[in-house]
């Protein structure tokens, strides 16, 4: 049993894939799966476009300038961006990762898309893993 002073991971919020100009990875979705886009955001460079599946959702970001995701395309190609798990309490998370050696990319909570709260670690801290905590504002759907 975890102890209760280690937070806990509540579920998967969602999987982000990165690509290119197009949408392909939306629209193959679709057409195979039947996903649909349940809520899409314009960000600086990108389009965030969030397909549930099951509890979770699936995030398509699609790069369509410069800016965060053109970078990581340029890096590692079109693929795995990012991995978000949902929390209860993000300020409390974040001071449990810096006291334990994680590095984080986001050292204080900040909005993100939905509305909710959510803050990065540095992929160095989790296997080469790019990892984004959520906390889910109670007035907006995860």
Request: aromatic share 4%.
């Amino acid at each position: 049993m975890a102890d209760a002073a280690v937070p806990v991971l509540r579920r998967i919020h969602h999987v982000a894939f990165a690509e290119e100009e197009g949408a392909v990875l939306v629209g193959r979705l679709r057409e195979l799966f039947g996903l649909e886009v349940d809520s899409e955001e314009s960000a600086l460079g990108f389009v965030e476009r969030m397909l549930p599946v099951g509890e979770c959702h699936l995030q398509a970001l699609e790069a369509t300038g410069e800016g965060v995701v053109r970078s990581s395309l340029a890096r590692r190609g079109p693929g795995l961006h990012h991995v978000a798990f949902e929390v209860d309490d993000l300020a409390a998370v974040l001071r449990h990762l810096e006291d334990n050696g994680v590095e984080l990319i986001d050292r204080q909570p900040r909005r993100g898309g939905g509305g909710h709260l959510i803050a990065f670690a540095h992929p160095r801290s989790f296997g080469g893993i790019l990892v984004e905590l959520v906390e889910a504002s109670p007035s907006v759907p995860s």
